[in-house]
């Protein structure tokens, strides 16, 4: 290991940590929805759980693979097929309306085995990186350029921001099915 490689050490162990955190929340919210969850909306055109997972997994998948110079793993390994959603393979979900989100209407498993796939391509290339790689200038079009460092905390405060809104949306969607339970039950 040379000495530059030693020194972005930290940074890796960082950014693992950070995206390993993401993924046990995405697995935490995808375990035990209930058929209707994935779809719950709070109003008519508020986003769903599955569209949110969906669109953080694909988000995660394709600012990865272009930092990486690698294939994304929604149309490299099989997942835009699986999910037969009505997109262009390049949609993340950015400017999408309201009919879109609900196309989004997918198994939570589904949801879990796709991010499970971008959280593992994004691991590999973490446990890649060195101190240039880090440094690197993905997008100088802004000030200051956007350097891989910063990419990857970009996803992950959209990551973060976007699970704890599935998480406020679980907690609707459970708490509007015991009502709907107790409703039924009293009839």
């Known amino acids: ?42 109003d008519a055109d508020a986003n769903t759980i599955g569209w949110l997972v969906w669109h953080l ?16 793993v929604w149309t490299s390994t099989g997942w835009y097929e699986r999910f037969a959603l009505p997109f262009d393979a390049a949609a993340t979900g950015y400017g999408q309306d309201s009919d879109e989100v609900a196309a989004v209407n997918v198994a939570p498993d589904l949801l879990d085995g796709y991010h499970r796939d971008v959280h593992g391509r994004t691991i590999e290339y973490v446990e890649s990186l060195s101190h240039d790689e880090l440094a690197r200038v993905l997008d100088d079009s802004w000030d200051p350029p956007v350097t891989v460092s910063a990419r990857l905390v970009s996803v992950l405060g959209d990551c973060m921001q976007h699970l704890g809104q599935v998480a406020y949306v679980r907690g609707l969607a459970e708490r509007a099915e015991r009502q709907h339970r107790m409703t039924s039950d009293s009839d």
């Not at 997994?57 to 994304?72: K, L, N, P, T, Y």
């Open 1 to 42: 290991m040379t000495t530059q490689d030693s020194t972005a050490q930290p940074a890796r162990e960082l950014l693992c940590d950070s995206f390993e955190r993401v993924r046990q929340l995405v697995t935490g919210t995808t375990e035990g929805l209930s058929p209707r969850a994935p779809t719950y909306r709070v």
């Open 57 to 72: 997994s694909r988000v995660q998948d394709d600012h990865i693979a272009d930092a990486a110079g690698a294939d994304q």
